[in-house]
């Protein structure tokens, strides 16, 4: 199998422009994407001249790309035969396969006209040209495809079929490229045979009034197919992927249960059923122009993905895995990767090397170096040499995390700004500078210009400087002098292990596409990671417990020098608690260590520091992660890796890798999902969540134009918004937001996948739970919480310090209250985080002049307004709920059931408006009752049973955590105004 993309020419791309020559001079040629016409339109523009097609293979040419603007070179891979009247009447006919090719003579009954054929190189493939006479061309002029698969008593092979292209269809030619044979080959090439005369039989066969029985039939005035839903609910990843799949495969090979005998009737195929005895073998129908389906018989139908799950003994709409499986199996089919997290995991290199240990050149001046290299294959060290051979030329390299930019420093000789307050450096044209992109703020234009920029983690670079919180209020400016540094950079190297296109294209827009471009990638693996990846845990009774640990925790006791990486703080301190209970002494990397002097010294050198130190144990967490890099052998026992969700996949593998020794053996347990938002989870592609931003924009502006006074105002706002969305950096943002959506929607596999691509060894393991594992680990964890709350009451620590006067600022006089103990912060910071969210959605929806006024503020304010933003999805939220009006429902103390009015209504507002994804609505709510409790819950209201009914009962009311947080929040919304900009505001 050769491997090809349009962005190179194909192989022998010479030798295949040259053979046009042997080409007739009128045939009417479309250059291709292997077997894909890619030019909009092609089946109607005009002639091509045949050189024009030669200088796209060997040459290219620029395009733009649909889905981002943006401009990229393109070669095609050969030619196609536009077939029918653009070529004066050629026909194809296309013998799939060797029991294809019985079904021709048995269709013919006589022998065929020799012609021009050629072959694909595949077994028992080829095709035939033929002339359509003229007296048959008028009455072909609607004729387009028409395909076989049994005829008397002959039938195909599964996977073979007859076919007959004319209209609107084309045919590769040869030479062109063939991904699996390297290239399609001329049997009878039009040099040494003629094109031979269609037969009449045949010209009447593909008459589409002509019907098999030998009766002729009038055209199908149309379908009769209603129109019917053929996707996946939501702009989900599968959808896209089915999308993808459905239209790149034929009808034929989607609809491809050889029982079916499709007979072609005007613009409909009918066919037998493969559910129910048909008599006529005319109840299966398919729309050639919609490729939906129906059975009259069974009163079912659909598309692609419906199809194949009633092809199985499905009925109804597939859902949850069998969707999956349904998507993947198409996928396949279609030649797509059906493992492919998302799109935009690509990198297209001009450069391939493997190596070991990267190297490189110097890159002149000027030049964009985007390298991807593995994990621990040189690619600092190389970046070293360089700095040290430009020694006298100034430098930046800007991260994302402190803890890595340290660490890089020393290995490059580098000055870190903010740890030695080197801000009087930053105007020497050749000062060496390492700096977080947040310290941008503090450089002049000026202060650029002729620096080397280096951008290592890249792709954590580019996320945090478009997603990153620290950024909230002075992005914009970060932003603008980002994109300063770029442009006025003598060389910019951009590296990182797990590099993609988008990532780059993003650099390389910012920086100027003017620009020389290096993409280098280093396909050296290296020896793989054993990694015993958990799969599912079984409890004593053998019942599946998928999100149990305990196993792996087990494990970890009986290790002798473990290695801990988790994304949960909380679990890196109960560990932390728990080893060092029986005795061991160990080191936690973390968010309240990080800070500390023995941290730092651990920092600049690991592996100094453990030789020295000998550890125990090794806990770190993603505060730490960049900056650690341990590469002694045989030091530690295991590797134990815990994510809850919190990081990306590329973290996770990055997290695991940074202990180099891949003779550890690495325990994995992964959350099958991510902290998933149902409100933004279901956007997994850039374009539909680009849209669903605007869209949002437009909705919530309209929401805000009630008022005369404001409509001017919110009018600008809405424009400039809009323009904004079209943006590099918003279009950017569209990409990391789409990944993230889609990896938190399937966080484990997601995981398993790259693990695989990478070449690691994986070893799914399926384990008993430990109960006594489990109970340590819930026990520490509670010790652990109340430890933390009592930090936060007493303000021992800065950290308790700082989250105490959050809490009073989100509750003003709540120390005052009686409620205010450890008990309470441990309830809102960990046992029940969403407990004052809860009682604020509750306030405002009695006040819902304030919550207008919230949302208008939120807007005028610069906050980011889109879909990810946990502010907008809260005051949407409390929107979407005040149109409930619940107040009248929460004040009554009657008994509820299905049967109420009341209740039957709100079900009523909710599905049949856009409510339904604003208040979180889902299929599992399908009674009244169950809306109800659900919309209750969203402001901390139960719903009790008695009696065969169901009641708000009214001491709920009365709890003195409830009363305490709404009298705090009377105060906190009553100074509104003054915390918040008015209306009229400008935003910024």
């Known amino acids: 199998m050769t491997d090809w993309t349009p962005f190179q020419p194909v192989p022998h791309a010479s030798a295949i422009a040259a053979c046009l020559k042997q080409i007739p001079s009128h045939w009417s040629l479309t250059p291709l994407w292997e077997k894909r016409p890619y030019r909009e339109g092609w089946q109607q523009e005009p002639f091509i001249p045949h050189q024009e097609i030669a200088r796209l293979l060997q040459?290219?040419?620029?395009?733009?790309?649909?889905?981002?603007?943006?401009?990229?070179?393109?070669?095609?891979?050969?030619?196609?035969?536009?077939?029918?009247?653009?070529?004066?009447?050629?026909?194809?006919?296309?013998?799939?396969?060797?029991?294809?090719?019985?079904?021709?003579?048995?269709?013919?009954?006589?022998?065929?006209?020799?012609?021009?054929?050629?072959?694909?190189?595949?077994?028992?493939?080829?095709?035939?040209?033929?002339?359509?006479?003229?007296?048959?061309?008028?009455?072909?002029?609607?004729?387009?495809?028409?395909?076989?698969?049994?005829?008397?008593?002959?039938?195909?092979?599964?996977?073979?079929?007859?076919?007959?292209?004319?209209?609107?269809?084309?045919?590769?030619?040869?030479?062109?490229?063939?991904?699996?044979?390297?290239?399609?080959?001329?049997?009878?090439?039009?040099?040494?045979?003629?094109?031979?005369?269609?037969?009449?039989?045949?010209?009447?066969?593909?008459?589409?009034?002509?019907?098999?029985?030998?009766?002729?039939?009038?055209?199908?005035?149309?379908?009769?197919?209603?129109?019917?839903?053929?996707?996946?609910?939501?702009?989900?990843?599968?959808?896209?992927?089915?999308?993808?799949?459905?239209?790149?495969?034929?009808?034929?090979?989607?609809?491809?249960?050889?029982?079916?005998?499709?007979?072609?009737?005007?613009?409909?195929?009918?066919?037998?059923?493969?559910?129910?005895?048909?008599?006529?073998?005319?109840?299966?129908?398919?729309?050639?122009?919609?490729?939906?389906?129906?059975?009259?018989?069974?009163?079912?139908?659909?598309?692609?993905?419906?199809?194949?799950?009633?092809?199985?003994?499905?009925?109804?709409?597939?859902?949850?895995?069998?969707?999956?499986?349904?998507?993947?199996?198409?996928?396949?089919?279609?030649?797509?990767?059906?493992?492919?997290?998302?799109?935009?995991?690509?990198?297209?290199?001009?450069?391939?090397?493997?190596?070991?240990?990267?190297?490189?050149?110097?890159?002149?001046?000027?030049?964009?170096?985007?390298?991807?290299?593995?994990?621990?294959?040189?690619?600092?060290?190389?970046?070293?040499?360089?700095?040290?051979?430009?020694?006298?030329?100034?430098?930046?390299?800007?991260?994302?995390?402190?803890?890595?930019?340290?660490?890089?420093?020393?290995?490059?000789?580098?000055?870190?700004?903010?740890?030695?307050?080197?801000?009087?450096?930053?105007?020497?044209?050749?000062?060496?500078?390492?700096?977080?992109?947040?310290?941008?703020?503090?450089?002049?234009?000026?202060?650029?210009?002729?620096?080397?920029?280096?951008?290592?983690?890249?792709?954590?670079?580019?996320?945090?400087?478009?997603?990153?919180?620290?950024?909230?209020?002075?992005?914009?400016?970060?932003?603008?002098?980002?994109?300063?540094?770029?442009?006025?950079?003598?060389?910019?190297?951009?590296?990182?292990?797990?590099?993609?296109?988008?990532?780059?294209?993003?650099?390389?827009?910012?920086?100027?596409?003017?620009?020389?471009?290096?993409?280098?990638?280093?396909?050296?693996?290296?020896?793989?990671?054993?990694?015993?990846?958990?799969?599912?845990?079984?409890?004593?009774?053998?019942?599946?417990?998928?999100?149990?640990?305990?196993?792996?925790?087990q494990q970890l006791w009986l290790s002798s020098k473990p290695v801990i990486c988790t994304d949960s703080q909380l679990e890196a301190e109960a560990l932390d608690q728990l080893l060092a209970d029986t005795g061991k002494q160990g080191i936690r990397i973390d968010s309240k260590t990080i800070s500390e002097p023995e941290i730092q010294t651990f920092l600049k050198s690991p592996n100094q520091y453990i030789t020295t130190h000998c550890p125990d144990y090794l806990i770190y967490t993603p505060a730490a992660e960049a900056g650690i890099d341990i590469s002694l052998k045989n030091y530690f026992s295991d590797q134990f890796c815990l994510f809850f969700g919190v990081l990306q996949t590329n973290a996770q593998l990055q997290m695991m890798s940074r202990l180099r020794d891949v003779d550890v053996t690495r325990w994995l347990w992964c959350s099958h999902y991510g902290q998933l938002n149902k409100q933004t989870v279901q956007f997994q592609f850039p374009e539909p969540l680009l849209e669903a931003i605007q869209s949002l924009i437009l909705k919530t502006g309209n929401t805000l134009l009630a008022g005369d006074d404001t409509t001017a105002v919110v009018e600008e706002f809405i424009k400039e918004v809009t323009d904004a969305t079209q943006d590099n950096h918003h279009q950017t943002f569209c990409i990391l937001r789409a990944i993230h959506n889609h990896q938190q929607s399937y966080l484990w596999e997601s995981l398993y996948q790259i693990l695989l691509q990478e070449g690691h060894e994986v070893e799914l393991v399926t384990l008993d739970r430990s109960s006594d594992a489990k109970q340590q680990e819930k026990e520490a964890k509670e010790a652990i919480k109340l430890k933390n709350a009592e930090t936060i009451y007493q303000g021992k620590t800065q950290q308790g310090k700082l989250e105490q006067e959050l809490l009073k600022k989100q509750l003003p006089n709540i120390e005052k209250s009686s409620i205010w103990t450890p008990h309470f912060i441990k309830k809102v910071f960990y046992d029940d985080r969403d407990f004052i969210t809860k009682q604020e959605r509750l306030w405002l929806i009695y006040h819902p002049e304030i919550a207008q006024e919230m949302m208008q503020s939120f807007w005028y304010s610069g906050i980011e307004p889109n879909l990810s933003s946990k502010v907008y999805q809260q005051l949407s939220l409390i929107q979407g709920l005040i149109s409930l009006n619940l107040p009248p429902l929460l004040a009554s103390e009657k008994c509820w059931t299905n049967h109420s009015p009341e209740l039957q209504q709100l079900q009523h507002k909710i599905q049949e408006t856009t409510l339904a994804s604003t208040v979180k609505v889902t299929a599992k709510q399908a009674t009244p009752i169950q809306v109800f409790r659900h919309v209750l819950r969203l402001v901390g209201v139960k719903l009790t049973r008695q009696n065969g009914g169901y009641y708000i009962l009214g001491k709920q009311w009365q709890e003195p955590e409830r009363l305490a947080v709404l009298a705090c929040l009377d105060r906190r919304f009553s100074l509104f105004k003054k915390d918040y900009p008015a209306v009229s505001t400008k935003w910024r």
């Open 59 to 553: 040459e290219g040419e620029q395009r733009v790309s649909k889905r981002t603007g943006q401009p990229y070179h393109a070669f095609c891979s050969g030619y196609g035969l536009r077939l029918g009247d653009p070529s004066e009447g050629l026909l194809a006919v296309d013998i799939d396969g060797s029991s294809a090719d019985r079904l021709l003579k048995a269709l013919a009954q006589e022998s065929l006209p020799e012609t021009v054929t050629w072959t694909s190189g595949k077994p028992g493939r080829r095709q035939l040209l033929y002339q359509i006479p003229q007296a048959y061309r008028e009455r072909l002029q609607s004729f387009r495809r028409k395909t076989l698969t049994e005829w008397e008593t002959v039938t195909t092979c599964a996977g073979e079929l007859l076919e007959f292209r004319y209209n609107q269809h084309q045919s590769v030619l040869p030479p062109s490229f063939h991904r699996q044979t390297g290239e399609y080959r001329w049997l009878l090439s039009p040099e040494d045979q003629e094109i031979a005369i269609a037969p009449t039989w045949l010209c009447e066969f593909l008459d589409p009034t002509y019907s098999p029985q030998g009766k002729t039939k009038s055209p199908a005035s149309g379908s009769g197919i209603r129109s019917i839903y053929t996707g996946v609910t939501g702009n989900s990843q599968l959808s896209q992927i089915i999308d993808k799949a459905t239209s790149r495969l034929s009808l034929e090979e989607i609809y491809h249960w050889s029982g079916h005998q499709f007979q072609e009737i005007g613009e409909t195929w009918r066919g037998y059923c493969p559910r129910h005895q048909s008599q006529s073998g005319t109840a299966f129908t398919v729309n050639r122009h919609t490729g939906e389906w129906y059975c009259f018989g069974c009163e079912v139908g659909g598309g692609a993905l419906q199809y194949r799950h009633f092809l199985q003994g499905g009925n109804g709409l597939p859902r949850g895995k069998t969707v999956q499986t349904l998507a993947t199996e198409l996928a396949t089919e279609a030649g797509l990767d059906p493992h492919l997290a998302t799109p935009h995991q690509t990198y297209e290199a001009t450069e391939i090397i493997n190596q070991p240990y990267f190297n490189w050149e110097t890159p002149s001046e000027g030049t964009l170096m985007a390298v991807k290299s593995r994990l621990g294959s040189g690619k600092t060290t190389w970046l070293a040499q360089v700095v040290a051979e430009l020694r006298d030329e100034g430098w930046l390299a800007l991260g994302h995390r402190n803890s890595l930019l340290l660490q890089s420093s020393q290995r490059w000789g580098f000055v870190h700004l903010q740890t030695e307050q080197a801000f009087d450096l930053i105007n020497v044209p050749n000062s060496q500078l390492a700096l977080c992109v947040d310290s941008l703020h503090h450089f002049s234009p000026e202060a650029f210009a002729g620096k080397n920029i280096i951008l290592d983690e890249a792709i954590a670079v580019v996320t945090h400087l478009l997603t990153g919180d620290t950024l909230k209020q002075k992005r914009d400016k970060i932003l603008q002098r980002f994109g300063e540094a770029l442009q006025q950079a003598k060389r910019i190297f951009c590296l990182d292990g797990m590099l993609t296109d988008w990532c780059v294209d993003y650099l390389y827009q910012l920086a100027g596409r003017d620009r020389p471009l290096i993409k280098v990638e280093n396909c050296y693996q290296g020896t793989p990671l054993q990694v015993k990846f958990l799969q599912d845990t079984y409890d004593e009774k053998g019942n599946k417990k998928r999100s149990d640990r305990s196993a792996l925790l």
